[in-house]
């Protein structure tokens, strides 16, 4: 029997015919299980989730629908941390059930950052470093050094601050810059009676730097003002430009501010009267 002969016996169709309809089957379980696995036709529609908190996305009826993902967290004073503020995919688009949102949030701690050695460096290469580790230039002194155009002194919210302190990102940064001219010292400013701002305006006028603060009982930065200043205010006394002066404060209402600036002009003026 040759070949023609054989493909067109009852037993030979009978198998193929039985082959054929196997084929079909399994082909169509596999599509009718691959539609159920892949939903295939189904789709939802994406909420928008921008605006809203992680902690209120329970109350998303259709969050069931999807798996929630945080990708990517960015400080933002002006806004909660953990305020959802983009996602993807975008909100009204149509997505299969069980698709994973990703989610950007407000982070709820700004970044920390280390502030980089700027003293000795020229403005511009200090306004570039800044700028590069996140940081935002705040005033620019002047003050007496022959170091024309160089970083002196670094301060932050008022106090000297070194290199390597860690700080918020986006924090600013006082520099203070020589002048290029003038002598290397500065009047000690008298700063008794005066409050925690007027003390470091004048101190900051003078080249020098705020040290440490202490208040005594019932005093605060609101209320407070100087009782006490060291180095001490002697007329006509120059000190090294960028000492620190550090403060003690006392509460404006509980102290006698008035008799005590007297007494202490008498005494300057004595000790100036005895003096050869």
């Known amino acids: 029997m040759n070949f023609i002969q054989f493909i067109i016996t009852k037993r030979f169709v009978k198998h193929l015919a039985i082959s054929l309809l196997i084929t079909l089957i399994i082909s169509w379980i596999t599509l009718i299980l691959l539609q159920r696995y892949t939903n295939h036709g189904a789709s939802v529609e994406v909420p928008n989730f921008v605006g809203n908190s992680l902690n209120d996305l329970n109350k998303i009826e259709s969050l069931g629908e999807f798996d929630i993902s945080v990708v990517d967290s960015v400080y933002d004073y002006t806004k909660k941390g953990g305020t959802i503020i983009s996602q993807d995919p975008l909100p009204k688009s149509k997505v299969k059930p069980g698709r994973t949102i990703y989610l950007s949030v407000v982070a709820f701690l700004p970044e920390q950052v280390k502030l980089p050695a700027l003293v000795d460096l020229s403005l511009r290469q200090a306004k570039a470093l800044l700028q590069t580790y996140g940081l935002k230039l705040g005033f620019v002194k002047i003050i007496p050094d022959p170091a024309k155009n160089a970083v002196i002194q670094v301060t ?120 050869p």
């Open 156 to 275: 932050y919210k008022g106090r000297t601050i070194q290199a390597g302190a860690s700080i918020q990102k986006g924090s600013l940064i006082d520099l203070y810059v020589g002048s290029g001219s003038g002598g290397n010292e500065s009047y000690i400013p008298f700063l008794i009676g005066k409050t925690r701002k007027e003390a470091i305006s004048d101190i900051v006028r003078a080249g020098l730097s705020l040290g440490s603060e202490n208040y005594d009982s019932g005093a605060d930065s609101l209320n407070a003002k100087v009782y006490m200043q060291a180095p001490m205010y002697v007329y006509g006394k120059k000190i090294p430009v960028g000492t620190t002066l550090n403060l003690t404060y006392k509460a404006e209402g509980l102290f006698d501010f008035e008799n005590y600036i007297q007494s202490l002009v008498i005494d300057t003026v004595l000790n100036d009267s005895i003096q």
